[in-house]
């Protein structure tokens, strides 16, 4: 019985439900719900425990990992990266955007390019760059783009506020499983953790192959802002997850992937997105 397999019926027999798993450390989880796990180590015996999101309780202590300085600078091929933008802290309350984000919204200022929307995702391990899907599924993308930018209003755990800034700088791959995938984009750095909303899946014709990236969540329509790189070809996870994009190379996410991690899938030595950026400048 190969690795996954055990790990999937060891969730199965901890739990009765991912929302009954109280284990905030158990399976790929996209942290920003209830308590949900990537399916591969939790959940209801009808739904794969691979992707699951924890999504969790506002009050945990927030991930405090090392933010990098934004480069602005043009990388020699003639298109400017991303302005910085100015932090807005918008205090206590119901979602700013009431539940919508549109595209215009997240690419607002994004220099123009004649290269494909895509996001770099800096890591100690190497640079992943992620082609992203906006024609495919809109509202996912631009999720992913304006909370990267710091565009879209999340809840600061800390504060209990809604905020504007860059989301994903700084936080944690929290969860890994080699061979699988690797899972972050929770502010907790628990997989309990999110944007302080929800919104609904769009399942299309994209299937997970390796480097596949897709939101981890704890059930249908409860997308946030934890997502997945697949190192493999993952079938079992097709149409119930948000596939947004495809990440390479390769290599940086076997890397990743290889990471020693304790029981819970929890990497032994923290490791970072220390920047994702978002550009339409031409590919290299």
Known sequence: MNRRARMILVGLAACAGWLGCADDDVGPVDSGGDADVPADTAGEADTPPEIADDG???????????DAPVDTADDGSGCPSDPPVADETLGAGPDPEGGVFTMDEALDGLPAGDGPLRAIIRTEHGDLTCTLEPELVPNAVANFVGLAR????????????WVKRRFYDGLLFHRIIDDFMIQGGDPLGTGYGGPGYRFDDEITTLRHAAGTLAYANSGPDTNGSQFYITEVATGWLDDGYTIFGSCGPLPVI???AAVPTNASDRPLTDVHMLSVEITRCPLP
């Open 254 to 256: 076997q890397e990743l």
């Open 56 to 66: 969790g309780a506002p009050d945990e202590s927030t991930d405090d990992g090392t």
């Open 150 to 161: 710091g565009r879209r209003p999340w809840l600061d755990p800390a504060a209990d506020v």
